[in-house]
């Protein structure tokens, strides 16, 4: 369950508006695979990590060439041959049990015969819950709350933008807490933020950043290059409309001292430095910081935002570690 958490938390964020999900497959105490949903309308963490392992015992199958989740579903249905009868999955969130973009896990895991099915968290989205009386009542040996409190804490954003709002604030930082200065992080960072920027609803940057800096705010290091709406949060109007940032095809760009539009969006991402964190720190339910680090894996705990707590952090690669908080008492 550890290594479907850590997978999961590498595409937090860019699973929207589905939440993060991790999937692990072990068969005679060996890990045969470990997988992440990573976008939506694509497959679900566990039929990635079913065909995973599966091609470890079949390397030469045709399955191998199969991408769209329908038919993984319907090549695993036709095909497992009783290969999973002895492979149990670990699954961060109770497997879905209804038809949507894809065809539902619950039903795939019986109909595959599964050994055991261990659960992170249950499902609280009502559509998709089930998958667990589904397993139970095809008499699969289910197990639940497999360190859930860790699976939570992947489901948190999720569960916000499923309430109605999820706005989170992105920052990047040194190691010794500047921010000024010319790019801070790594291409791997910058990559993330892209990609990220292309699934979000609405970016939200401070007047003085688009004074200063002159940014472009678009996705180019992203795969789909979708750039988003923004709002310039500024009570003057006074920008140089040849900023880059205006000139992207496809996008509305709102300069208002109010932060309403933020309100009518679901997947709202902030960016900036300390000084915006402080103006608006009562609209953000969460922090993505990304921290270069000087020395390799250096650990830093010492990250201080008023009201918020580290909920986990990974590194993206020797120097650049991505640290989300979460508001206390949320
Ligand atoms: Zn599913």
Not at 172 to 180: G, P, Y
């Amino acid at each position: 369950m550890k290594l479907a958490i850590k997978e999961a938390w590498k595409y937090q964020l860019l699973t929207y508006p589905n939440p993060a999900v991790g999937a692990t497959v072990v068969k005679n105490n060996q890990v045969l695979s470990v997988e992440a949903h990573k976008e939506s309308g694509s497959s679900h963490a566990e039929v990635l990590a079913l065909k995973e392992a599966f091609l470890i015992e079949y390397p030469h199958s045709e399955l191998k060439n199969i991408i769209d989740s329908k038919e993984i579903h319907e090549f695993l249905a036709l095909n497992h041959n009783g290969f999973f009868r002895n492979c149990e999955i670990y699954v961060t969130l109770e497997p879905c049990n209804h038809i949507g973009k894809t065809p539902a896990c619950a039903m795939l895991l019986e109909t595959i015969r599964i050994q055991k099915v261990y659960i992170g968290t249950m499902d609280p989205n009502e559509s998709a819950s089930g998958g667990y009386e589904r397993l139970k009542n095809a008499n699969i040996n289910v197990e639940l709350n497999i360190l859930k409190e860790q699976t939570d804490k992947l489901l948190y954003p999720f569960l916000k933008y499923q309430s109605g709002h999820f706005i989170f604030f992105k920052m990047a930082m040194r190691e010794d807490k500047s921010i000024t200065g010319g790019y801070i992080t790594t291409q791997d960072s910058l990559n993330l933020v892209h990609n990220i920027r292309t699934k979000i609803d609405l970016m939200v940057i401070g007047g003085n950043t688009v004074r200063t800096d002159r940014p472009t705010l678009d996705s180019r290091f992203s795969v789909l290059k979708k750039s988003s709406d923004i709002l310039i949060f500024s009570s003057k109007n006074n920008f140089d409309k040849s900023i880059p940032l205006f000139e992207i095809p496809n996008r509305k760009v709102t300069i208002s001292s109010s932060l309403d539009l933020v309100k009518e969006k679901h997947f709202v991402m902030i960016e900036g430095g300390y000084n915006l964190f402080s103006k608006i720190t009562e609209t953000i339910d969460y922090m993505m910081i990304f921290v270069s680090h000087k020395i390799k894996y250096n650990e830093f705990n010492s990250i201080e935002f008023l009201g918020f707590k580290k909920e986990y952090s990974y590194y993206l690669n020797d120097y650049d570690e991505v640290v989300f908080l979460k508001k206390i008492n949320d």
